[in-house]
């Protein structure tokens, strides 16, 4: 099948049923590549217990998946201009399907890490063409119910994650964790190709940029890699990470150079950055998911930790995220398109910053209802802050360099939620361990208030060092929970500062248009 000519004409706007199905599909793609990033979490010691590696070596499941994923996003724009967004989209999906099948058959860490890595390049396309497949072959008035549909299962794959991880690793086998997208990306494989195979983008050939692929995987692999082991190698005290932090720096700075000067076929349109909404939209878009993503870590730790929660529960708790997401998303999709989103995406940051201001005074008896509760109100928030931010950003990009900045921008959230996943967490064990040292020194034999507990706690059968031992417990429990209130002061202080930034950008002419009709 040859690629249509850049003359040949759009295709009609999809309709009716095939709409909502080729809108589904695309979104299950998504939502599965997404998972995939947070599924194996609660996995990892069961995975690594049966492949004979201890949990530290089977974190490289993970790692292995996130960094060649953030190396093939943003290379999207380049592959879709060879390749099609079609073509391209149904290539990942199908080899995503394929190295899922051989992780679940992997029999040691290096095969498993090899499929993961597999799994990863072939994965990061599917997520911007997924968006740029919806934002260009649906009508215009219909577009915004697409991105909110996008949009919620993009939010929602990262929370579902460690929830189905968990509960596949306790009621079945961990291998079902990546078999189950098999028959899945089969079918949206079939549906796809049912209803996007007429709907193929322009190609044209183009040189490959060896030397920018080279650059990329460099810088951004060094980069992947010191956050997912920055905290497990006590970050900057280790020469390790000092290494990978130089080399991610210099090959930073070397990629621009190349990409930037002289170079007729850049791997990636780094030019996108020059229009104001891209840039200014891509920033709080990535800052504001780091904070978001950077909790949502904490949140179950915290649960199973602290509050005593099992794997399945703690993500019971959290799966309230998604109530009022799927309520507000298709009334907002509907209006993205017609009104400045602006105003909505402060809302959302005000809300977000409430959310963590109320989590900031949780404590040790917080019920179950208190923690849902603000979850629910973060749902609602995180579909008015990704929708419209996606929209905004991608605003003023002409059609044939959506895939691209599609591709650009998920890179730069996707790096951006790895960095606070990675922040929030070093945040929060130096908080901990700080609350932890200012308890110790008042829990001494000298204190009346520890002596009287001690005292207590004998006269009911404990022994001394039973005591002791139940005290230091009652301690790091206590600093874990001031630890967590810490961290979510900061990032409600942080949201407000993003409610104000998001101003930077300006009014899309798209809406401006409206108003004027209005």
Same mark, same amino acid.
């Given at each position: ?76 724009? $380049? ?129 490959? !940029? ?13 980069? &992947? ?8 190698? !006590?970050? /900057? ?31 990636? !349109? ?86 963590? @201001? ?26 008015? @802050? ?41 945040? $929060? !064990? ?35 060092? &039973? ?27 942080? /949201? ?23």
């Amino acid at each position: 099948m040859s690629a249509p000519s850049p003359e040949t004409p759009a295709p009609p706007p999809l309709d009716g049923v095939e709409r909502m199905i080729g809108a589904l599909a695309l979104s299950v793609g998504t939502f599965m590549t997404i998972l995939d990033t947070s599924v194996t979490n609660v996995s990892v010691p069961t995975i690594s217990g049966d492949l004979g590696v201890s949990p530290t070596q089977g974190t490289w499941i993970i790692t292995s998946y996130a960094v060649a994923i953030a190396i093939s996003l943003p290379l999207t724009g $380049w592959l879709t201009t060879r390749f099609g967004q079609v073509r391209l989209f149904l290539a990942s999906v199908l080899l995503f399907t394929a190295t899922s099948l051989l992780c679940g058959l992997a029999t040691s860490i290096d095969s498993m890490v090899l499929f993961r890595g597999l799994q990863g390049l072939v994965a990061g396309p599917m997520v911007p063409l997924s968006q740029s497949l919806l934002m260009t072959t649906f009508p215009r008035e219909k577009a915004g119910f697409a991105l909110a549909l996008w949009s919620m299962t993009a939010l929602a794959a990262p929370v579902t994650g460690p929830l189905l991880g968990g509960w596949i690793s306790e009621q079945a086998t961990w291998p079902w964790i990546f078999y189950l997208n098999v028959p899945i990306g089969i079918v949206v494989a079939a549906l796809t190709w049912r209803i996007y195979r007429r709907r193929e983008s322009p190609t044209r050939k183009v040189p490959v !940029d060896l030397a920018g692929i080279a650059l990329l995987a460099l810088w951004v692999g060094a980069l &992947q890699i010191m956050l997912d082991k920055g905290r497990e190698l !006590d970050w /900057f005290a280790s020469s390790e990470i000092v290494a990978l932090a130089c080399v991610a720096a210099v090959g930073f700075a070397v990629f621009l150079v190349w990409e930037l000067l002289d170079n007729p076929h850049p791997v990636v !349109d780094l030019h996108l950055f020059a229009i104001r909404n891209f840039w200014s939209g891509t920033a709080v878009l990535s800052i504001g998911y780091a904070i978001f993503f950077g909790t949502m870590v904490v949140m179950p730790l915290w649960l199973q930790t602290v509050m005593g929660y099992t794997p399945i529960w703690s993500g019971m708790m959290m799966a309230p995220i998604g109530l009022l997401a799927i309520l507000i998303a298709p009334f907002l999709g509907r209006r993205v398109h017609e009104r400045d989103p602006r105003p909505t995406v402060t809302l959302a940051f005000l809300l977000f910053a409430g959310v963590s @201001f109320a989590r900031a005074g949780f404590d040790l008896e917080a019920d179950a209802w208190t923690i849902v509760l603000p979850t629910i109100i973060q749902g609602a928030a995180s579909v008015m @802050f990704f929708m419209p931010l996606t929209s905004l950003l991608l605003a003023d990009i002409p059609p044939e360099r959506v895939p691209a900045a599609a591709g650009l921008s998920n890179f730069v959230r996707f790096s951006a939620g790895a960095f606070g996943a990675s922040a929030s967490i070093t945040v $929060w !064990d130096e908080r901990t361990a700080l609350h932890r040292a200012h308890l110790v020194e008042h829990a001494t034999g000298y204190d009346p208030t520890t002596g009287a507990a001690l005292d207590a706690m004998q006269a009911r059968g404990y022994t001394s060092d &039973q005591a002791l031992g139940l005290l230091d417990r009652v301690i790091e429990a206590q600093a874990r929970m001031m630890g967590t209130n810490d961290l979510f002061w900061l990032a409600g202080v942080l /949201f407000l500062a993003l409610a104000a930034l998001v101003w930077i950008a300006r009014r899309p002419v798209r809406t401006e248009a409206v108003a004027g009709k209005a």
